[in-house]
T-cell receptor, first 111, second 112 residues
């Protein structure tokens, strides 16, 4: 069973914030939320991860709800190069073998 | 530059002809893994390695072999390729299992 649910596609205007939602209502207490993206057919790229606190790095911000059942990845100023498939993944911190890439959200940034 | 490299990037071969896809990382990572990506099925893990001489099956290991004789290299071996192994393959590495993975550029394999 899929651990996460994401919309299949979203559009965003260049320069605006892109907010990508993810539902993970069955998340366990020891599971983290990870985000990766894949530009065209390139290798997936790690973006950010978090457990329960909001996180920010040079690429994005991750907002996790207090009950941890959903999260939002925020790209503050989307550019055309951010057009990609974004994957929300829930897994325990110590186990990369528990990483399940679903269908993700195809984000299209438009000029 | 820290990176994961794969060779070849593109390969067309025939059924039954043994092939090896190489993967190398220069980050001294202990964990390495192989995935295949197919339309509608997403990325699926084939094999992984926690460290040198330690390998284990992922979700779809049938028809594949791997070896980890040195930390930087993790080749994927198809002893007798079949058309259902036509796919886009990615190698990845991480400092340790549980850390974020760095993916290679991919190898597009076609088996006729």
């Amino acid at each position: 069973d899929a651990k996460t649910t994401q919309p299949p596609s979203m559009d965003c205007a260049e320069g605006r914030a892109a907010n990508l939602p993810c539902n993970h209502s069955t998340i366990s207490g020891n599971e983290y939320v990870y985000w990766y993206r894949q530009i065209h057919s390139q290798g997936p790229q790690y973006i950010i991860h978090g457990l329960k606190n909001n996180e920010t790095n040079e690429m994005a911000s991750l907002i996790i709800t207090e009950d941890r059942k959903s999260s939002t990845l925020i790209l503050p100023h989307a550019t055309l190069r951010d057009t990609a498939v974004y994957y929300c993944i829930v897994r325990v911190a110590y186990n990369n073998n528990d990483m399940r890439f679903g269908a993700g959200t195809r984000l299209t940034v438009k000029p | 530059e820290a990176q994961v490299t794969q060779n070849p990037r593109y390969l067309i071969t025939v059924t039954g002809k043994k092939l090896t896809v190489t993967c190398s990382q220069n980050m001294n990572h202990e964990y390495m893994s192989w995935y295949r990506q197919d339309p509608g099925l997403g990325l699926r893990q084939i094999y992984y390695s926690m460290n040198v001489e330690v390998t284990d099956k992922g979700d779809v290991p049938e028809g594949y072999k791997v070896s980890r004789k040195e930390k930087r290299n993790f080749p994927l071996i198809l002893e007798s390729p079949s058309p259902n192994q036509t796919s886009l393959y990615f190698c990845a590495s991480a400092l340790l299992s549980g850390y974020e993975q760095y993916f290679g550029p991919g190898t597009r394999l076609t088996v006729t």
